[in-house]
Structures are given as structure tokens and as C-alpha cells.
């Protein structure tokens, strides 16, 4: 999902308020005009002091019906008519519950004019103001802006239309950059280098012989190379969740999203990451200072040690750490070229690794210090790593960040738990913290991924300090 998608649809909620608040305004205004008053005298007692926080307060309400109406979901390829269509329902369902609360509480509210005209203007400038944003998407898209690079795997009459489509109704927000009859190994090499250099964002599947080994081999490329996959609806049988269908020239399409984080989900997990992580940072400030006074007096500087990880599409980073070994043995840029440091590492992964797949962990690590084992075994070490959710690299919650050279091992599916930004604290640190296998966290992460929920994110939060307590294996 484009940035400019998210944006869009972001800057729309505060807007539409605005808007409501301006048909609010207008709608008084215009009641206690010189021209209506001559039309029909004032009657009733009404001064904005009591009017403007009962119009905030249905204002309000009209937004929360706006999101129960889907006037926030994405959907890139909705038309226009039927949006508007759902702010026309949107502002009349306000409009009945406002009339309804005035058949039964008349004394507060007497003017059906300024309900009226509230209704009418909030119709007019929501509408006025989405077809507004909705000319500035299609700016955007004729000028290459926030357009999704597709390519197309198929031929025959659908593939023939589709790609016609795409290419002359630019507004569409779409760009064919290139189409392969079949899923072959030319096409797989063709499209993994659009895909490295940026040029490629989704695969769509309207090979109508396609069977489902292909579809699932695609399906598997996309997650290795970070690309949406999706596909005509009369190919795929098989299940697979969070799907979503739009039709595109009237042809239905079905898009399989990575997870439910999307959009409006997307901004308010990093809203709640940047809160969180303030509090978090001011709660645990003291034992901050003290952990970074500890590793200083028993071994000096560097306090924090910088990890390098691979987040979120394959982005590296590093993760701050409180460093817990001693300076001679830490690998890293921060260290210059230690090859000891290297060797000594590899040979403690060949003879004390205590873990299974991609990624390791070294039992009873000789390397670590005294006070290092202290802060292992609280989770203190990893205190720092609320500043890389401040800079946007980590999430509160998510799935463990690993080293290029463990990610470089995983298995084909298990590249789906860099679909999201990665996690102080996960599904898989309160089911078994570092104890757990990598394919089982894995699987734990994955399903968190599917399955993500503002719930499931509090649940996690919540549970993470008792499991603190908890020792842990290897040290």
C-alpha cells in the first residue's frame, strides 16, 4: 500500500470534521441572517455560546457514522459515486438521529432550518471536499506520483484488457511494467531485478491455465522480494486470508493483503507506538541511568552497543542495546574491523549454539560480563531499543528483528515476518521468550501478522512485564 494512499485517506477524518464544523457554522449564520429572518422572524432562543458545543458533539457523531459507513477503509480503485453515495447516507442516517432527538427533547433544539441546512451544506462540502481530494489523487497519479508498478502474469482476452486499462486510465493509479505469458524462470529473473531496483510493487495473476502450484510459487516469490500479490478471481480456489476484491474494467480482482495492518490500522499502531514509547522512556528513566551506569563502571564505554538487524522489507537498522559483553569480543562498525571478535563468535555458534534453523544463541556465553548477565536476564539490555521505536525502525509490538546472516537463511514463508516493522515485545517473546525455536516463533509471528488487532497488541503489552520474571535459557 502506497504512502500516498495512507495520507489521503489519513487527511480525510480531520477534513471531513472541519467540513461538518463549517456546515455547523454556516447553517446558524444563515438562519440568523438579515435575509431569512425577513423571510421567517426568530422565535426561539438560541446563542452560539449554548449552540457550538451541541454542533461539536454532533459533529462528532456524523464522523463516527462516516466510519461505520467504510468512508475511511482503503480502497484505491472505489469510484467516486459510490463515495459519495456513502456520505450522502452517512450525513441522512445523522440527520434521522438528529431528528429523533429532537422529537423527544424538543425544548433544547427548536430550528428545523438550521438542521435542514446543516444537513444539506455537510452533504455539499464533504462531497465537494472528497471529489476535491479525489481530483489531487489523480494529479498525483498522472504525474507518477504514488503509482503502484504492476506486473501482469497471463495472457488471452483478461490480460489483453486489463493491461489496456491500466495503460490509457492513468487515474487508475497504475503502471504495467512489463507481462510474461507463464511463471517461469526468465520471468522470475526479470521480475526480481524490476523488483530490486524499485520498478515493481505487485504481481497480477490472470493466467486462466494457471493451476495452484503456480499461484502458490508466486505467492512465495512475493514475500521473498516484498511484493502484493494479486490475482483474477476465477483462478484461485484455494483459502488464504484477508482478501479483498475491487474490480478493475469490470473484471473482479482479488488482492491477498500480507495483514490487517493496514491503513487506518497502520496509523494508529505508530500513533500508539509514539505515546507508548514517551511514557515508556520517562517510566523506565530510572533504571535507564541505572543500567547505563552499571556497564559503565564495570567496563567502560561504549554504553550502548549498536546491533545490526534487518527490519521491515528488508531494511537494515541497528537495534539498541545496552551492552552486555566485553568490549575486545563485540562485532559491529562501532568496533572497526575486529576479526578475533568474528572468529571468537563463530567458533562459540559452531560448538555452544543452543538453538535450532537461521537463528542462534549461544549458551552460557563466556563473553558476556557480570553485570551483562544481570541485564540479560531482566530484558534491561534492551531498555534502548524504545528510541528506534521513537525513529520509526521498531514497533511496540511485532516480530523480533534478526541479523542479515540469519535472515539470509530463512525459508521461503518465514520472510512474511519482515512484512511488518519489528518488535520490542511480540506474540512470540510472551509465549516462550527466547527459549522457543525459530520455527515456532516463526509461526507465532506469522499469525500475529495475519491476524493483527489493537487487542492483540494491548494483550502483548500487557503480559510483557510478567514474563520479565521469567529466566531465560541461554545467557
Known sequence: MKKSEIILTTVSLPLDFLMLILAGFLAYFLRFSSFFVRIKPVIFNLSF?????????????????????????????????????????????????ITIFIFFRG????????????????????SGERIILRIIKNVLYRAGAGVRKIVIVGEGHVAQILRQTLTERRGFGYVVVGQFSHFDEEAKKQIERLAQAGNADQILLTNPKSDEAEALAIIDFCEANHLNFKFSA?????????????????????????TRLQAWGRVIKRLVDLVGAVILIILTGPLLLITALAVWLESGRPIIYKNERVGVKDKHFFVYKFRSMK???????????????????????????SKQGPVYKIKDDPRV??????????????????????????????????????????????HRVLNIKPGVTGLAQISGRSDLEFDEEARLDI?????????????????TPFILFKPRKAL
Open 327 to 353: 568490549r575486545e569480543f563485540c562485532t559491529g562498525p562501532q568496533f572497526g574491523d575486529n576479526v578475533q571478535a568474528s572468529e571468537k563468535e563463530n567458533e562459540l555458534i559452531a560448538t555452544q549454539n
Open 447 to 463: 499469525f500475529y501478522i495475519e491476524h493483527w488487532s489493537p487487542l492483540i497488541d494491548l494483550i502483548i503489552l500487557i503480559k
Open 234 to 258: 476465477d483462478l484461485f480456489s484455494t483459502y488464504v486470508t484477508n482478501m479483498e476484491v475491487t474490480a478493475i474494467a469490470g473484471i473482479p480482482i482479488v488482492e491477498w493483503q500480507k
Open 107 to 126: 425544548e433544547l433544539f427548536n430550528s428545523r432550518f438550521i438542521v435542514l441546512a446543516g444537513w444539506a451544506l455537510a452533504v455539499v462540502l464533504v
Open 369 to 414: 560480563t557480570k553485570v551483562g548477565r544481570i541485564i540479560r536476564r531482566a530484558s534491561l539490555d534492551e531498555l534502548p531499543q524504545f528510541f528506534n521505536v521513537l525513529k520509526g525502525e521498531m514497533s511496540l509490538v511485532g516480530p523480533r528483528p534478526h541479523q542479515p546472516r540469519e535472515v539470509a537463511h530463512y525459508a521461503k514463508r518465514q
Open 49 to 97: 455560546q449554548v449552540y457550538w458545543p451541541l454542533m461539536v458533539a454532533v459533529a462528532v457523531g456524523w464522523l463516527i457514522l462516516f466510519i461505520v459507513s467504510g468512508l475511511y477503509s482503503v480502497n484505491a480503485n472505489r469510484r467516486l459515486l459510490a463515495e459519495l453515495a456513502r456520505v450522502f447516507f452517512a450525513c441522512s442516517t445523522g440527520l434521522a438521529a
